[in-house]
């Protein structure tokens, strides 16, 4: 796959451009994948900023071993 990017004035990767007939391999594999520009339901927006605002408060989060534990026990 032929891709470019283009970059600002910094340098930083903003875009990217992929052939059209690359695209349409694309969307043969992924159908769904016209469909990512779609706005979010509310619920999860609301979903996504408490996820967010959450970074703030690292005590909040679990190890992925303490994931594991709950994971025992439900067994």
Known sequence: ???QYISDNLGNKT???VAI???ESIKKSYP???NVNEELPEWQK???DARLSDLNNPEKFKSIEY????LDEEI
Not at 67 to 70: A, H, I, P, R
């Open 15 to 17: 875009a990217v451009v």
């Open 67 to 70: 994931l594991f534990d709950v």
């Open 32 to 34: 769904s994948i016209e």
């Open 1 to 3: 796959m032929n891709v």
């Open 46 to 48: 609301d979903i996504l």
């Open 21 to 23: 007939e690359d695209w």
